[in-house]
């Protein structure tokens, strides 16, 4: 089955200190692995996708097929990082989506 | 360029209410998509279509229809509202002949039903 897992629904973390947000993926065959975000009162958009391999605001993901994860990470988050992230995954023409990790940054 | 353009931002309708939300993009896109986005359920696919006259269903249709007559039209139709179905829908379109492949999303419609 097709499956994108997020298993945060809220994730806290200081000003400065690292963020990991956490997405798991099942999925028989190669996907493509994209991270969304959405802002307060702005359209989802995209943040970063695993085949262009860059960083983006800062964050960055690896693709872990191994482990079957596709992580976000930033090594020093700032206020206007919070925001929902949601983990996707599209294998034809059908995005899968995970449930969302919202990210807060505390002053 | 107005991107994907969704009406109307708000409605609250009475249960067995019917309803069009409406989905319109400029960008040529073949790809178009309608998400429901619930608290805690992340983002649900209703339908898809991969071209005009092709449409299919995602994960949660029961209660919605669609039709694509035109590349730049996806509306989504509700016939008989139910509570259940109070939720933010956005539609979205992508061009998987781009190399990017992402999705762009309207800005959203907040449904209720009560």
């Known amino acids: 089955a097709q499956r994108v897992t997020q298993p945060e629904k809220l994730l806290s973390v200081f000003k400065g200190a690292p963020v990991e947000l956490k997405c798991n993926y099942s999925y028989s065959g190669s996907p493509e692995l994209f991270w969304y975000v959405q802002y307060s009162r702005q359209r989802l958009q995209l943040l970063l996708r695993?085949?262009s391999r860059e960083s983006i605001k800062g964050f960055t993901a690896d693709l872990n097929k191994g482990e079957t994860s596709f992580h976000l990470k930033k090594p020093f988050a700032q206020e206007e990082d919070s925001a929902m992230y949601y983990c996707a995954l599209t294998g034809t023409y059908k995005y899968i989506f995970g449930t969302g990790t919202r990210l807060k940054v505390l002053a | 360029n107005a991107g994907v353009t969704q009406t109307p931002k708000f409605r609250i309708l009475k249960i067995g209410q019917s309803m069009t939300l409406q989905c319109t993009q400029d960008?040529?896109?073949?790809?178009m998509y309608w998400y429901r986005q619930d608290p805690g359920m992340g983002l649900k696919l209703i339908y898809y279509?991969?071209?005009?006259?092709?449409?299919d269903k995602g994960e949660v249709p029961n209660g919605y229809n669609v039709s694509r007559s035109t590349t730049e039209d996806f509306p989504l139709r509700l016939e008989l509202a139910a509570p259940s179905q109070t939720s933010v829908y956005f539609c979205?379109?992508?061009?998987?002949?781009?190399?990017?492949?992402?999705?762009?999303f309207g800005s959203g419609t907040q449904l209720s039903v009560l």
């Open positions: 979205a379109s992508s061009d998987l002949r781009d190399s990017n492949e992402k999705l762009f």
């Open positions: 960008m040529n896109h073949n790809y």
């Open positions: 695993h085949i």
């Open positions: 279509s991969v071209g005009a006259g092709i449409t």
